[in-house]
């Protein structure tokens, strides 16, 4: 029983439930890193990181928070954690912090993470908030990777940084520029509610 | 008593909550970054010191030990600039900075005994357009202005054939400009640095 329940809370975000192409959130990040595959990855492992971790903690204390104050502790560990990914990125991968600018301290402002606190976290266990920050985090992956692999492909002819098409491509250069990001994701978000999500309403 | 204990409730002990998260996240977070800072600090170092290697068109390997080694080997640092001697002559490498789209842009520059022919140029930090203007930091873009002098002339990607002109970025045109209008400072700098003119 409380396996499925835990199935459940891991599968939702990744289809019914996702948090890009359903509640249409964190849409910023989505639309500013994802010209490039690299600088994908690595937002999105630390959006990952920063949802699962701080709706952990966040369900650990939900019973000592007073709810007055409720968001402000919620940034104040949502924020903890980014700036330890910040931190570790500058000491270990500084090329990719390099690369990435400003991008990582916004994951702070990610929709998605204080939206699992606030509707998952405060009123679960640890276990499964951990499990649903978690998949929230890959829903917003495999999403976000999807995009990045479109862009950079027809925006640069390459992927992760490698040339794939040959020199006959004419880089479109509105698929790096923001303007891109907002078509493709359209494209995705309707290619995927009229097929998937379709067949799931009408079942 | 009950009003005493509401005020409690509703007072003090949302005040003593959020202090004491305040300290945890403080103290975890600033711990990291003392116990990382020696190691950010060398990678920044690094950053730069490659930046001087690559600007003076000196051979190295690209990690952070071969970086160190090429720099105490061949450069020599001088007030506000660096030098590098060998079977070329001196090289000089000024470091430079200007506008650019978002931020600013921070280059290092090799110039021959003329103060005037380029020996490379190399990106320190910039906040440019990844993908678009971010792509200066691209060696082919770079690579352009060795052995050439300013003021450069940019031309569509692709096409620069005479000796001042250099490819532009397609679609970053005004990181382009930017960076011309950098370049275009280099010989009037390097006599102010290092003539002290």
Redesign the interface.
């Known amino acids: 029983m409380a396996k499925s329940k835990l199935r459940k809370t891991f599968l939702e975000p990744l289809g019914k439930n996702n948090p890009v192409f359903v509640q249409i959130l964190g849409i910023c990040s989505t639309l500013a890193?994802t010209?490039?595959v690299q600088?994908t990855v690595v937002m999105t492992l630390g959006v990952t990181f920063t949802t699962a971790l701080s709706a952990w903690t966040i369900s650990l204390m939900r019973n000592?928070?007073?709810s007055?104050?409720r968001m402000?502790?919620e940034t104040?560990?949502i924020?903890?954690f980014v700036?330890?990914v910040d931190?570790?990125l500058?000491?270990?991968y500084?090329e990719m912090w390099?690369?990435l600018?400003?991008y990582v301290g916004l994951i702070i402002t990610n929709c998605i993470i204080m939206g699992r606190v606030e509707a998952f976290a405060l009123n679960n266990k640890p276990l499964p908030s951990l499990v649903d920050g978690f998949a929230s985090g890959l829903g917003y992956t495999y999403v976000l990777l999807s995009i990045a692999v479109v862009r950079?492909l027809l925006?640069?002819g390459s992927i992760w940084g490698i040339r794939i098409l040959g020199s006959w491509w004419t880089?479109w250069?509105i698929m790096?520029?923001p303007p891109g990001g907002f078509f493709v994701l359209a494209i995705i978000i309707w290619v995927i509610r009229e097929t998937i999500m379709k067949e799931e309403s009408h079942a | 008593m009950s009003v005493q204990r509401s005020f409690y409730k509703d007072r003090i002990y949302p005040l003593i909550f959020m202090l004491i998260t305040t300290v945890v996240c403080i103290l975890l977070t600033s711990g990291l970054h003392l116990y990382t800072l020696d190691r950010a600090q060398a990678n920044e170092l690094s950053f730069t010191r490659r930046a001087i290697l690559e600007a003076a068109d000196l051979p190295f390997t690209n990690t952070t030990e071969g970086i160190e080694r090429a720099y105490h080997e061949q450069i020599t640092e001088m007030d506000g600039y660096y030098t590098a001697s060998g079977s070329f002559g001196t090289r000089y490498i000024i470091p430079l900075e200007g506008p650019g789209l978002w931020g600013t842009i921070s280059i290092m520059v090799g110039l021959g005994e003329d103060l005037q022919t380029f020996s490379g140029v190399a990106i320190v930090s910039q906040n440019e357009t990844p993908g678009l203007g971010a792509r200066i930091e691209e060696k082919w873009f770079t690579a352009q202005f060795k052995g050439k002098r300013a003021p450069f002339i940019m031309v569509e990607e692709g096409t620069a054939s005479a000796s001042q002109e250099v490819d532009a970025i397609t679609g970053a045109t005004r990181t382009s400009e930017y960076f011309k209008n950098l370049t275009a400072r280099v010989p009037a700098e390097a006599q102010r640095i290092i003539r002290g003119e």
């Open positions: 890193v010209n490039k600088n000592h928070i007073p007055r104050i402000m502790v104040m560990v924020a903890a700036i330890i931190i570790v500058k000491a270990y500084p390099k690369q600018g400003p950079e925006g640069s880089n250069s790096i520029m």
